[in-house]
């Protein structure tokens, strides 16, 4: 059962409910991430996420700790190029308790002290993520594709833009976009509704209200191919992204059948080419919706001496796709995949927590189990190859990362 309530300063509270759940899970959704930034705040809304947990007026970073272990608590977060979530799967028992400690890390300290010593954490992680394979290429296939569009900002930031970040900019990134009408709390499994607001009200009613702006343009993506000498790695990588539905798009179901049909880990047409007779490391291709816009990500780790090679499969796989469209049972054997994962993922209120949140951050509005099979079901053929007709996978930006020097673009 679906309930929903706002409180006077803004903020919404949802819940999906079950009265036969073993396990509860809650969590505050903060409509705010990479895409928010300007230029000189470049990976505030991570470091915020850092932050977060460093301590509050009330809770020292150790009291938070101690705390969810009490609990027994699950928990975690994780920032996006739109969203940070702070969220926690509990014991029924332990709802209010957890609603209350998530609220209070809303309201952090973010003292001069705990910034400084968090500064050199987060300056490590993205020294770390460029010596890591596939050495950052997913952000600067990101910028390359979306140009100026805020959807080419990188999660983590540069080094540069973090050690020039002072604290004085996160405090005012973190009243601006921390506001009430900002965030969703929302709830999955056990819950007692009515407990639920009484307990926002009690943690969250006195947050000040305030209003955060985004800008929702459609970016306008480049297409291109680019080589980055990495002398160090063994393997090549590259990363192909191209322009697909976003949030709002109803053919972002079909899509997700599109990829999964030609670039899932196991039975796809990319896998059968490549991964199954060796040729291939690994070779993917995803969607991924934003707003108001979307992206489809080819993905390929391959030996030097086969990338070439690989890249023209690739190449030859989609166009074969553009020309001569799909058949039924393709469609139908992806279909299923996409099913039995949602069914699968709706038996634990944790992922619930996700899809219920995540819909309502994109959509404001509630998806059930039975939405997204009806969706899923909703697809014909026709809609495959009007998607490819829109959105060609052969147009995209290319970004090879790896020991070559050069590599030859597929014609």
């Not at 895409?35 to 970073?61: C, I, N, Q, W």
């Not at 600067?140 to 020039?164: D, Q, W």
Request: negative net charge.
């Amino acid at each position: 059962m679906f309930h929903q309530h706002a409180l006077k300063n803004g903020l919404e509270i949802i819940a999906e409910t079950s009265a036969d759940a073993y396990s509860s899970s809650v969590g505050y959704f903060v409509r705010t991430g990479a895409r928010d930034e300007t230029e000189d705040l470049a990976g505030v809304s991570h470091f915020l996420e850092h932050m977060v947990f460093k301590g509050t007026p009330t809770r020292t970073a150790e009291d938070v700790n101690r705390e969810f272990d009490e609990m027994g608590a699950h928990y975690n977060a994780f920032t996006s190029e739109e969203n940070t979530v702070y969220y926690a799967a509990i014991l029924p028992e332990f709802v209010d308790r957890s609603v209350g400690l998530l609220g209070d890390i809303m309201r952090p300290s973010l003292r001069p002290d705990d910034f400084d010593t968090e500064k050199q954490v987060i300056i490590e992680e993205i020294k770390m993520y460029d010596d890591q394979p596939p050495y950052g290429a997913d952000d600067k296939c990101r910028a390359a594709f979306f140009g100026r569009h805020p959807l080419s900002h990188s999660v983590l930031g540069s080094v540069a833009s973090i050690e020039a970040l002072p604290v004085e900019a996160m405090r005012a990134y973190f009243e601006r976009q921390y506001c009430p009408s900002n965030i969703t709390l929302v709830a999955a499994g056990k819950i007692d509704f009515d407990a639920l607001v009484a307990s926002a009200e009690r943690y969250c009613g006195g947050w000040q209200p305030m209003k955060a702006d985004r800008q929702v343009d459609r970016p306008l993506p480049e297409a291109g191919f680019r080589c980055l000498h990495k002398p160090q790695a063994t393997q090549e990588y590259v990363l192909q992204l191209a322009d697909a539905p976003g949030s709002l798009d109803d053919e972002r179901y079909a899509a997700k059948l599109l990829a999964s049909i030609l670039g899932d880990d196991t039975g796809s047409r990319l896998y059968w080419e490549l991964v199954d007779p060796g040729l291939a490391e690994s070779v993917s291709l995803s969607h991924y919706e934003y707003d108001g816009a979307g992206i489809y990500l080819t993905y390929l780790s391959t030996t030097p001496e086969n990338v070439a090679d690989n890249l023209a499969t690739i190449l030859k796989v989609y166009r074969q796709a553009e020309g001569e469209g799909f058949r039924a049972g393709e469609l139908e054997q992806a279909k299923r995949k996409m099913k039995s994962r949602v069914v699968l993922g709706s038996e634990r209120p944790r992922s619930r927590l996700f899809s219920v949140g995540m819909n309502w951050l994109h959509r404001h509005r509630y998806v059930t189990v039975r939405d997204d099979l009806n969706a899923i079901d909703a697809v014909r053929l026709d809609d495959l190859a009007s998607i490819l007709k829109r959105y060609p996978l052969t147009r995209n930006m290319t970004m090879a990362v790896g020991p070559l020097a050069t590599v030859d673009e597929p014609q």
